[in-house]
């Protein structure tokens, strides 16, 4: 590879390299440590502001009437009765589905996982809807098509 | 019927300020030059000057050719007591505080970068608390914290490293 290149462009690369190698000599042990820690803080702002709401229950709503309130805190299936069926809604720390509903296509089966605080999952058929809440207000209060 | 003459000493300390405001302001207009991903992160070039002179001359001398920097920058560019000119105050005072802390640590053990590193730091969290109180009265703005701290990590390495080689090429040509 070396000998492919012209000897000027080697120089010059030659040259920046040199210069960069010459960077690490202003650098003191002290600053080392602020640049560690502040790198920290870059990192910790991006996962602190960066990760959306975190949901932290599911509410259960049959005709718009909340009938049951689930904490994402523990693993486990509910199941709610709604005019074609029962609707099963599985829980797990920090997320939840509809495991499995009545409806002829499957809508609200197929979106899977809710982990976001406001994340909604409708079963229209069996008039079920599932809804995570967060620490916060719902971002949003209405959808539209 | 005399007239009235006001005399106006300059004193060194005058020129040496005045000459480093206008390193300060040139480089802050080529800045104002250059595209910027998001409105407010820039590199800000100027701070070099700035942590030069703190650097050889105390941080009395920094403040002025900061302050100075921003008022005539902002009048430059024509950004004056526009929402930018006093982001750009609110930035610099809080590095200015900064800085006043920093020069205080022991210079064997941390050298530009982190004197570099803390006001840029604090450059953006004065920038954003403003802006929050003023701009954007919405916890919103805090959602961009990340991008500018990201910026300010960047950036404030870089120009701590320049101005270090700066001051090491300064005290060279003085030695020789």
Known sequence: MKAVLPDDLRDILGKAGASLGLWH????????VVLLFSGALVVSLYMLLWRGDMADRAIVKRDGKTIIEISLNSAGKTRVGGPLGTTVIEVQPGRARIFSDPGPRQYCVQQGWLTRAGAVAICA???????????SKASYDSLNY | MTPLTIELPITEDDRRIARYTAAAIALTVAEAAL???LPGIKPGLANIIVLVVLLRYGWRDAAWVSLLRVVAGSLVIGQLFAPGFFLALAGAVSSLAALFLAVQLPRRWFGAVTISLLAAFAHIGGQLVLARLWL?????????????ATAALIFGTINGLIAAHLIQCAHEAKAS
Do not use: C, E, M
């Open chain 1, 25 to 32: 000599k202003h650098l003191k042990t002290g600053d080392w």
């Open chain 1, 125 to 135: 058929p069996n008039h079920i809807t599932l809804q995570l809440n967060g620490r």
């Open chain 2, 35 to 37: 595209p910027s991903p």
């Open chain 2, 136 to 148: 954007v009265p919405h916890d919103g703005v805090f959602y961009l914290a990340p991008l500018f």
